[in-house]
């Protein structure tokens, strides 16, 4: 549910009139509450400037249409925006008397009439930080759902000379990746190492799997055992352009130095943009490689394992699921499909407890062969769920660590006046057997995590502990 907007000049100076000019009256306001959750119809216009309005649009929408807005105290949600306004005045050296949060009830249209009306009052005084202020407030709005899969998509740019499939950032994956970071660092464990190079910095700087990362801009990633913020400098997202400083320790020489990179622009290995990739291992077992659930990638996957039977007798199948973030739910349920006829592979359930099964599709060929799928913190919402229905429907087993537990519920987008797109879950996601895998993940039936040491021989204890119990 990513928007791409491409920024033109014209655009960019209507953004700035728009921070500066004088705050509309209450009757020129957009109609926040008759459009509150419209979904899109085709692509969206170019985007405008964030308002007030715009907020009390996406405070509407969240109400009426998040998975437990009926349920929700929506005096944290104001409060989570307004502390969030006054800190960004404080950032700015720009405080004033009338930023006072004001007394909330519970009542959710008084309270909103009481936000706007000392938002308004605070943000008249400073006039050129306008737009940033109901950035900020928003953005803090939907933060304080704590959802991992409610997002607000906004002035989303790509970098300059961006070509299709370029990587951006230092180059390098590690141990602590993609949801762990943004989702659930809570789940991760020391040490840090280096997993993947890309390319990039990382790659000119000579890094290698297996480099443990000591420090991030000077800061430890691990205090007492507990990951810290320092990690997440290592995933930079443009325009964020600082040089990240690395200290590193390569345990096969035990040389120890410092390396400062720079995030940019790099090009990825075709391979890695593949969503799936094959190949046929000995004593007949397919392995399949599965990136992402896009469009038609269970098919994709289920033709491989056809061709890798063409002519020859198949023994079972691993699917190496490590690294897959997700993607459409329909396509997790197909997958379960080919192994496992006339079962739930899910539930999704509304805040009072009344819940719709997710099933099989039965019209997809079972594949009949033993199944080994590789788990890691990394695989993710739609991962999760075929994750979690192989394991609870007894289908295969599952060898690596413990999912991501980033699966709150299918997310639904819905367009705002300004034309950002805000997204979150109506229902929320229960396993086949109706446990809570949100924030906790499904565990793996065999745990067998990657070490330093495994990652810089180039090892994979995962993948062989999967091929052991394919030949029993």
């Known amino acids: 549910m990513t928007l791409i907007r491409t920024a033109a000049a014209g655009l960019a100076l209507l953004l700035a009139a728009a921070c500066t000019a004088p705050t509309p009256p209450r009757s020129e306001a957009s109609a926040a509450a008759g459009t509150a959750c419209a979904r899109p119809q085709g692509p969206a216009g170019a985007e405008t400037a964030t308002t007030i309005d715009v907020i009390e649009q996406a405070y509407s929408c969240i109400l009426g249409t998040y998975y437990s807005g009926a349920t929700l105290d929506a005096r944290a949600l104001l409060t989570a925006g307004f502390v969030a306004l006054t800190q960004e005045l404080n950032r700015n050296g720009r405080d004033v008397p009338e930023a006072t949060m004001p007394a909330l009830t519970g009542d959710r249209k008084a309270d909103w009439t009481a936000f706007e009306t000392a938002y308004r009052k605070t943000t008249d005084q400073v006039p050129d930080l306008r737009e940033r202020l109901a950035v900020v407030t928003l953005e803090a709005i939907v933060a304080a759902l704590g959802d991992n899969h409610a997002r607000w998509a906004h002035d989303v740019k790509r970098p300059p000379d961006y070509y299709d499939g370029d990587g951006y950032g230092l180059g390098l994956e590690a141990n602590v990746n993609g949801p762990q970071v943004d989702g659930n660092p809570g789940v991760a464990l020391p040490p840090l190492f280096v997993t993947t190079v890309q390319g990039g910095a990382a790659q000119a700087a000579g890094l290698r799997p297996g480099d443990i990362i000591e420090s991030i801009n000077e800061s430890a990633p ?205 229902r929320h996601h229960l396993g086949p057997n109706r446990e809570v895998i949100d924030r906790i993940g499904v565990s793996p039936d065999h745990y067998v995590p990657q070490t330093p040491e495994d990652a810089a021989a180039g090892r994979d204890p995962a993948l062989a502990k999967a091929l052991t119990l394919l030949h029993k």
């Open 222 to 426: 691990f205090i007492d055992g507990k990951a810290t913020p320092a990690i997440a400098g290592l995933y930079p997202r443009y325009p964020e352009a600082r040089p990240v400083r690395l200290r590193l320790l390569r345990q096969t020489t035990g040389r120890r130095w410092a390396v400062t990179l720079k995030p940019g622009l790099y090009q990825r290995d075709l391979a890695a943009l593949q969503v799936v990739q094959s190949k046929l291992l000995d004593d007949g077992i397919a392995y399949v490689r599965m990136r992402g659930f896009a469009p038609d990638s269970a098919d994709r996957v289920l033709q491989a394992i056809s061709r890798l039977r063409t002519g020859r007798t198949l023994t079972g199948v691993v699917l190496d699921l490590r690294g897959n973030g997700g993607g459409h739910p329909t396509e997790a349920i197909r997958l379960v499909s080919a192994f496992v006829h006339d079962k739930a592979t899910a539930y999704l359930c509304t805040v009072d407890g009344k819940c719709e099964a997710m099933r099989t599709d039965d019209t997809v060929e079972l594949v009949n062969l033993p199944l080994a799928v590789l788990t890691d913190r990394s695989c993710a919402s739609a991962c999760e769920h075929f994750s979690s229905a192989i394991k609870d429907l007894r289908a295969g087993r599952l060898v690596g660590t413990r999912t991501a537990g980033v699966i709150s519920g299918p997310a639904q987008p819905y367009l705002l006046s300004n034309n950002t797109t805000l997204g979150f879950p109506t």
